[in-house]
């Protein structure tokens, strides 16, 4: 394997750093962050951090590779970059605007993500919303198309098929924007679906908002709450679940993103239930091995087809984890990804 050296822009528990975490074995140099600070001066100081290790820590003739959208991650592989020469292999995992269309000012947190991507030799992304982007800003020989992925051993169901309510469920990261929270949706659906229960494993800060919605709604004996757990942990609270859900916002951001959670689902063999945009579809091969909705009253149909007819969940489930083997298994991701540094590294040695 070439060698590299992995910065990180945020602690494990994120969704970013699972990826690099599965992408890259535990041997594998790694520049990461202890804890991320909600405070904005801290920030810049754990920014500045990450920077002073990420150049003393990182050689001449190692390739760097970074997740290009946070700039603690991003700031610190632009100054090795520029001082000592490394190739810059760039992470591109999310995306808030098109850089075709609008170019952000230095004043944006975007600036940094652009200026990664501008100044990497290479770009890997996890959707083909991104993969159409990068071709155009890099050339399509310096970009692969590595999607989010799973370890199908840890993330395999071991119970059987609940003989009780159905158990509709969430997990990871529950955002805020303005007075809207990630979600909350959740609420519509169990207003529709009376006889359902809901499980909802995450934390963020929008979870304060999210219990005291359900409150309002007279809905909290149907709801559970479980707050941030171990990653490791999360696949005992999936297997509780009948019924998986991926809600998305219409978004740009959403037709950019390779959700986790929608590996592990898949891999826990779920019936799983996601909004019909981006790599949504292709993850659920086009609603062949899961359900796709436009909107939550749409994400109510499906469940109630779903809760009618258990048969139905055992056969997406099924090849739900079929799909999560054969294409979306890190082992299967890392060969490729390998591959692809080893190319870099022959461009570097020579």
């Known amino acids: 394997m070439a060698n590299v050296t992995v910065i990180y822009a945020l602690p494990e528990k994120y969704a970013t750093s699972i990826r690099l975490s599965g992408l890259f074995p535990q041997g594998m140099k790694k520049i990461s962050q202890p804890w991320w600070p909600s405070f904005f001066p801290l920030k810049i100081i754990m920014i500045l951090r990450q920077a002073i290790v990420s150049f003393v820590k990182i050689r001449r003739n190692e390739i760097i590779y970074a997740s290009a959208p946070l700039a603690a991650s991003a700031i ?33 947190p975007h600036y940094w993500e652009l200026e990664c991507l501008e100044m990497a030799d290479k770009v890997v992304v996890v959707s083909k919303k991104l993969e159409e982007i990068a071709v155009s800003m890099k050339g399509r020989d310096n970009v692969i198309y590595i999607p989010n992925g799973v370890d199908t051993e840890k993330f395999k169901s071991r119970k059987n098929a609940s003989n009780g309510r159905l158990v509709i469920g969430i997990t990871g990261y529950v955002g805020k924007i303005g007075k809207k929270f990630a979600y909350q949706e959740m609420t519509e659906i169990a207003q529709e679906i009376k006889d359902a229960q809901f499980l909802v494993v995450g934390y963020g800060k929008g979870v304060r908002d999210f219990k005291t919605h359900v409150r309002t709604h007279g809905l909290e004996s149907r709801f559970r709450f479980v707050d941030y757990v171990k990653h490791e942990d999360i696949p ?17 951001t959403s037709e950019t993103r390779s959700s986790v959670k929608m590996k592990e689902f898949m891999s826990m063999g779920k019936a799983i239930v996601a909004t019909k945009i981006g790599e949504n579809i292709t993850d659920l091969d086009n609603g062949k091995c899961g359900m796709l909705a436009e909107d939550s009253h749409e994400f109510a149909v499906k469940i109630k087809s779903l809760q009618k007819n258990p048969a139905l969940r055992r056969e997406l489930g099924r090849k739900a984890r079929e799909r999560a083997e054969k294409v979306y298994d890190f082992r299967i991701l890392r060969k490729k990804l390998y591959k692809f540094l080893d190319g870099v590294n022959g461009q570097v040695s020579r």
């Open 236 to 252: 005992k609270y999936i297997d509780m679940m009948d019924v998986c859900l991926v809600p998305f916002g219409k978004f740009f």
């Open 76 to 108: 610190p592989a632009i100054i090795v970059k520029k001082l000592k020469g490394s190739i810059l292999v760039a992470d591109w995992d999310d995306a808030f605007t098109d850089f075709r269309l609008n170019a952000p000012s230095l004043l944006s």
